[in-house]
């Protein structure tokens, strides 16, 4: 199956799922919802494998999702998400793929409409054949971890939005090579993100 096909098959199953989904009461912690997020540079933790020049830092990343909100407790609130990402990778070539992760929120202030998240996810990306060893691709597809944190802004005052949000990412590609006995699994990436849920 080709990176493409993955794509288009992750949109479509995010879209069929969402026009079938009914909406909840609880105005903190809704059904559905669909995210555009943007990231515009990132920072290798570490620069091992770098080419010659160095690494891309200006990845210009952009992502379309629909989330899936389910109330854990009075407290947390457990997102499931699924979408598509596009932006120009580490060796200056494109990538694109398809992503499934799940965030927790958790209330700073609910009076002022503030959240904490935390996430992890993996992605399925296409645009490193040559750049990583094939023993780790499935595929044209490089399996790509990713941890986060950062702050939400929800309520009604925010109508049509859903939410506001702003964190950082991490893709802990060396600490998961180490861990798995590898020496040749590239290098972390750290990077801010903002996004818009409506």
């Known amino acids: 199956m080709t990176a493409k096909k993955l794509s288009l098959g992750a949109c479509v199953l995010a879209f069929s799922a969402a026009a079938n989904t009914s909406a909840m009461a609880d105005e903190n912690c809704g059904d559905i919802s669909f995210k555009i997020s943007h990231s515009p540079a990132s920072h290798h933790i570490t620069t091992n494998g770098a080419p010659e020049g160095g690494y891309n830092e200006d990845n210009n990343r952009f992502a379309f999702e629909a989330n899936w909100h389910n109330e854990l407790s009075n407290t947390f609130c457990l997102t499931s998400r699924l979408g598509v990402t596009s932006f120009e990778n580490s060796y200056y070539t494109s990538s694109f793929g398809p992503f499934a992760a799940v965030d927790i929120d958790f209330p700073i202030s609910r009076a002022h409409g503030l959240y904490g998240y ?26 790509m971890p990713l941890v986060g944190a950062g702050l939400r802004l929800k309520g009604n005052f925010l109508r049509p939005v859903e939410s506001l949000s702003a964190g950082i990412e991490l893709v802990p590609t060396e600490q998961i090579t180490k861990l798995m006995g590898r020496k040749d699994g590239g290098d972390s990436v750290i990077s801010a993100k903002i996004a818009i849920n409506f």
């Open 118 to 143: 935390v996430e992890g996810g993996v992605g399925l990306i296409h645009g490193y054949e040559g750049y990583v060893s094939k023993e780790i691709m499935l595929d044209s597809l490089v399996p």
